[in-house]
């Protein structure tokens, strides 16, 4: 979840209105390895305070393993 907003706030940082200003995660769909990291909850309610309508930052997010945590993960997309 920490990298995800890193990239969201990298991508803004840069926004380019020519371009797609889109982060694409790929994940084995599951948030197991930062301790004391964002939680999947202050993620989604820091990325949508942070979301701004005239510079817009996509996330897509692509899970691989078959027990990715779908709705968590459409969760992070829909949020953007």
């Known amino acids: ?9 990298a991508v803004r940082e840069g926004y380019d209105p ?7 995660v790929v994940t084995d ?10 939680g999947q909850e ?3 309610a820091t990325l949508a305070a942070e979301n701004d309508p005239a510079r817009p930052v996509r996330v897509v997010v692509v899970g691989l393993a078959q027990d990715s945590d779908a709705a968590a ?8």
Not at 1 to 9: G, H, I
Not at 18 to 24: K, R
Request: hydrophobic share 45%; net charge negative; proline share 3%.
């Open 1 to 9: 979840n920490d990298t995800v907003l890193a990239a969201v706030r």
């Open 18 to 24: 020519e371009a797609s200003n889109v982060v694409v």
């Open 29 to 38: 769909g599951r948030n197991e390895g930062n301790p004391g990291g964002l």
């Open 42 to 44: 202050e993620l989604l």
């Open 73 to 80: 993960l459409r969760a992070i997309a829909d949020a953007t």
